[in-house]
């Protein structure tokens, strides 16, 4: 029997949307079931949404996000869910002050609240790799490879506007050159102001997203190597909605901050879910 009655929210990270579980009160292991997770976040036949967050309390930060992919699969870190988190914590009357800390399972992530919304301070990016053995295709310039909170590829492109993002990144995301685990592909054409435009097929989901926040992490940190943009970074995502990331030079590598829409779209109550179909079909 899948959960029901559980009250939920529906958010938006710039596109990126998500299911989010109030556990902060009430525990709720039930929702780390894979089965559960896909049938939650199908679409069209449940909410609909490219991951579940559980928000829940923390013995080591003011909050925990703890993020499943929307095909069960948990992962370190998504961008975009910790700003969603961030602004539901808030909205919870769990955070109380501009500064907070929040707990992930790539670690605790400082953050703020600006007038705009929230600003994760992302895991320094200390790997930054240029030497792929990966050949291009056409339209191609670079790619590069950088763990921020989880494995991204970067590939800089003319146009992205022409790129097969699931012909293309389907392949890429399971290269061994990104390792076992596989990565996720971003893909960019700067826009000549610093910025750029950005497509991302995301591990997990298994398809293009409307937005990736590590990936707009990623992507920025490989763009200000390569000297093609500075250390503040506006990508335009594929909703329209912009991710801004901050960088500052370390010893050991880039320090990220990442800040964009994080935007309840409705609550609501889980009701009847429909699990997986386990049938056989039969001629």
């Known amino acids: ?38 049938a939650i976040c199908a679409r069209g036949t449940g909410i609909g949404a490219d991951g579940l967050v559980l928000l829940e309390p923390s013995g ?15 992962a370190d870190l998504c961008g975009n869910a910790s700003l969603c988190s961030a ?35 992302l895991q320094p990016v200390l790997e930054v790799r240029r030497d792929l053995p990966i050949g291009l295709d056409g339209g191609e310039q670079w ?10 590829l970067v590939v800089r492109v003319d146009d992205v506007s022409t790129v097969d993002v699931v012909g293309r990144g389907r392949p890429l995301r399971s ?7 596989g990565a996720n592909v971003n893909f960019v ?16 989901v298994e398809g293009e997203t409307l937005a990736c926040g590590t990936g707009a992490v990623a992507t920025a940190v490989h763009l200000a190597d390569s000297g093609e943009s500075g250390e503040v970074v506006s990508l335009t995502t594929r909703s329209g909605a912009v991710l801004r990331v901050r960088l500052s030079r370390s010893e050991g590598g880039w320090l990220p901050s990442l800040s ?24």
């Open 260 to 283: 964009g829409e994080a935007r309840i779209v409705f609550e609501g109550r889980l009701g009847e879910l429909q699990g997986p179909d386990t049938r056989k079909y039969r001629q």
């Open 1 to 38: 029997m899948l959960p029901a009655g559980r009250t939920f929210y529906k958010m938006s990270g710039s596109g990126n949307d998500f299911v989010i579980l109030d556990a902060t009160r009430a525990p709720a292991p039930e929702f780390l079931v894979a089965a559960t997770v896909q």
């Open 175 to 181: 290269h061994p050159a990104v390792g076992p685990a």
């Open 87 to 121: 602004r539901l914590a808030r909205e919870l009357g769990v955070l109380k002050g501009r500064e907070f800390r929040g707990e992930t399972d790539a670690g605790v992530l400082s953050g703020r609240m600006l007038d705009g919304g929230p600003e994760i301070d």
């Open 189 to 204: 054409s700067p826009d000549g102001s610093g910025g750029g435009r950005i497509r991302t097929f995301e591990r997990g």
């Open 143 to 152: 790619m590069g490879f950088s763990v921020a909170g989880v494995p991204h």
């Open 60 to 74: 080591r930060a003011d909050y925990r996000m703890t993020y499943l992919n929307s095909d069960g699969s948990r």
